[in-house]
């Protein structure tokens, strides 16, 4: 099934709003932490405007999502409780989070500690 042809068939965020629930038409579901989805953000905020300039973005252990909104049939803007809500999350970006996540995760776990910063402790992002 290409990219193309997938979509979701639910969206759901757990109780204590730390995970998305995303289950796509090919019965592939995901379990994704709020802190993983605000990290690793698609948003310029934490993307930047052009190659190199993504920053690490510490001290959101404890993010939780307070809210979805629909962005065209393509994707939603996820709000996280720390104010952050620019970032749009294709669907294809969700499921590469869902088969990637783990990866891409340990990789800002590994920048942070290049950086002498911390999943607990809040600070500018760099």
Partial sequence: MSNETFWPTELRVSKDRQRLVIRYNDDKAYDLSAEMLRVLSPSAEVQGH?????????????????????????????????????????????????????ALFATYEQELAEKGMSRDRSEKPR
């Fill in 50 to 102: 052009g190659p190199g300039q993504r920053v690490t973005v510490p001290g959101k252990r404890n993010v939780a999502i307070i809210a979805m909104t629909p962005t065209g049939n393509y994707a939603v803007r996820i709000g996280f409780d720390d104010g952050h809500d620019s970032g749009i999350f294709t669907w294809t970006y969700l499921r590469e989070l869902g088969e990637n996540g783990a």
